[in-house]
């Protein structure tokens, strides 16, 4: 792929369950507890935790509205997202305070992503975000 020029920063996090407060987030991501961590499958996230956290047992999920169903479903009780991802699927529902982030992983550029060498989309989209700046 190729990438267009920065659009903002995404922060990213791990998220526990009410039900985990008191439990370490150091510990959890040691890995040595029975607590799974849910990430997108074929995502960053999922190759981060592995390259950093490789003893952490991961809960694969195709798609951020799954993983968030089964958090809200309790069938899972840590996650790791982007915060802006999960603040909106946890805001736009009743029970916004039943996960909250207990550790930053990251903080990565967003890009647009292209098809390699589709060099005239590319600049086509790229000037369409030029007119955004910090405060849009």
């Not at 790791?80 to 029970?95: E, G, M, R």
């Amino acid at each position: 792929m190729d990438f267009g020029t920065p659009l903002f920063a995404i922060d990213t996090q791990v998220f526990f369950s009410q039900s985990m407060m008191g439990t370490s987030a150091d510990f959890v991501l040691s890995g040595d507890t029975e607590h799974k961590i849910g990430v997108v499958q074929g995502g960053y996230e999922e190759e981060f935790m592995s390259a950093n956290f490789p003893d952490v047992a991961l809960q694969l999920f195709p798609n951020n509205q799954a993983m968030l169903d089964a958090a809200l479903s309790e069938k899972i009780q840590a996650f790791v997202a982007d915060l802006q991802v999960a603040n909106y699927h946890l805001y736009t529902t009743t029970n916004h305070n039943l996960f909250i982030p207990v550790r930053h992983l990251y903080t990565e550029m967003l890009h647009a992503g292209f098809a390699k060498g589709n060099a005239a989309l590319l600049n086509r989209i790229d000037n369409k975000f030029a007119w955004l700046d910090d405060d849009t």
